[in-house]
């Protein structure tokens, strides 16, 4: 979770820090949390002095960084000090060059969104992201320094020509180690005027689905339970050979505030279908990447080489929010986790659910998890059953002992009387 402080001058600082849900309270409480607003941007043409590009931007950014032996996961959002660079921003040559506009914030970070189109809309071709390892201050303790560049030309960002395109819920784009999750958006590119079009263009995320009226009650509807989630088998490679294999069924629980101050709750399965699964391995880190148009989930495994153990010590999650949460984005990370330590060339197992606490607010719900990080050939190996497991099977233990007890019990019992039968009618 990250917020944005307010100095007392009422500038507003750009650093963004991990702050525990208790803290967030403490802070709301003495009134210094300040909601982000978009920055805006401008790019203008060079000769005619009118603006092809305008935008009102809020970004959320995640970038997952090395330390020492481990994956760290970096949150901060676009500053509200960050310009248009002029020099690598522009307007383009009609069928020879496209717009671009270029952002720069911070110790040397960069945001270049190039557009493109055809006769009917045009869209967001290409994403380009540069970070700064050398910036200590979002990059903690980073084992490595200068300046990486991520990018991707899956964005989904498109409006019709002569539009602005308008996205208020968050809408997350994927680059390789870092995302960026737009949320509360103007955007245009191709102006014939220096301001917005007044037609819009609505994200998919911001269109609700129609449905037919609800019939009139007299009492609340009460949410249907959420089922359990689908098994699903993932597998992570490594130079075409598996280096982590995971079967499990997974249930995200979110504990949120909502715009009136109360506590809602927000519980979703990670299906089966429309996830996109992406993962790498080192020798001593491997990581599970699972991904939705709105959710990104991540799973960190490390590998204690003196003690010959894996252990997943973080998850992240990034994910929208119901309707009524006073804040409908959501993200979370831990990455000092101990949970699922098996030995090497071992796999971990748990039938039963698991419910893992990952942060105040965040929960996750394993069910029927069979993992291995480190070492696979594709298949499992035996397993170290979770203590869950492990007291399950005591409960049929335990009442097959007491059963075979009374057994034993009326056998003696039986035997004594029949005895003593017996001896009543010996001959004197």
């Not at 522009?90 to 960069?110: D, K, M, R, Y």
């Not at 990455?335 to 105040?360: A, E, G, R, W």
């Amino acid at each position: 979770m990250t917020l944005r402080l307010e100095a007392h001058t009422g500038k507003m600082s750009w650093r963004q820090v991990k702050m525990p849900v208790y803290w967030m309270a403490v802070m709301l409480l003495i009134g210094v949390v300040q909601v982000a607003t978009a920055v805006q941007f401008e790019v203008k043409d060079g000769k005619t002095n009118i603006s092809c590009i305008l935008a009102d931007l809020s970004i959320n950014f995640s970038v997952s960084y090395n330390v020492s032996s481990k994956m760290e996961l970096a949150t901060f959002e676009l500053p509200s000090e960050a310009v248009t660079n002029i020099n690598k921003s522009s307007c383009g040559v009609e069928n020879t060059t496209a717009p671009v506009l270029a952002i720069q914030f911070g110790s040397n970070h960069s945001l270049s969104i190039h557009f493109a189109r055809n006769n009917t809309r045009y869209e967001v071709a290409e994403l380009v992201m540069s970070y700064n390892l050398s910036d200590k201050i979002i990059f903690p303790n980073a084992s490595e320094n200068g300046t990486k560049t991520v990018s991707t030309n899956k964005t989904a960002v498109l409006a019709e020509n002569d539009t602005v395109y308008k996205c208020m819920n968050p809408h997350l784009i994927r680059m390789d180690n870092a995302n960026a999750t737009f949320h509360d958006i103007r955007l245009e590119a191709y102006l014939k005027q220096s301001n917005f079009s007044q037609k819009v263009s609505t994200c998919s995320e911001d269109i609700t689905p129609t449905s037919a009226p609800a019939p009139v009650t007299t009492t609340a509807p009460v949410p249907a339970p959420v089922p359990d989630p689908p098994v699903v088998q993932y597998s992570v490679n490594r130079s075409s050979e598996p280096c982590l294999l995971a079967k499990v069924g997974l249930q995200m629980n979110i504990t949120y505030t909502t715009k009136d101050g109360k506590n809602g709750s927000y519980v979703f399965n990670i299906e089966s279908k429309g996830v996109t699964v992406d993962g790498n391995c080192t020798n001593t880190t491997a990581y599970l990447s699972l991904s939705t148009g709105s959710i990104d989930l991540r799973f960190n495994f490390t590998l204690n080489s003196s003690l010959e153990v894996f252990y997943l010590d973080g998850v992240s999650l990034s994910t929208g929010l119901p309707a009524d949460a006073n804040d409908t984005h959501f993200e979370a990370a831990n990455s000092s986790l101990n949970y699922m330590q098996t030995n090497v060339h071992k796999s971990f197992k748990c039938n039963s659910k698991q419910t893992l606490p990952i942060t105040d607010p965040f929960t996750v719900n394993t069910y029927h998890l069979q993992v291995q990080a480190f070492n696979s050939d594709n298949t499992f190996a035996s397993a170290v059953e979770c203590s869950l497991d492990e007291n399950g099977m005591l409960v049929p233990i335990v009442v097959g002992a007491a059963l075979a007890g009374l057994v034993l019990i009326v056998l003696i019992a039986y035997l004594i009387g029949r005895k003593r039968s017996h001896a009543g009618y010996q001959t004197i």
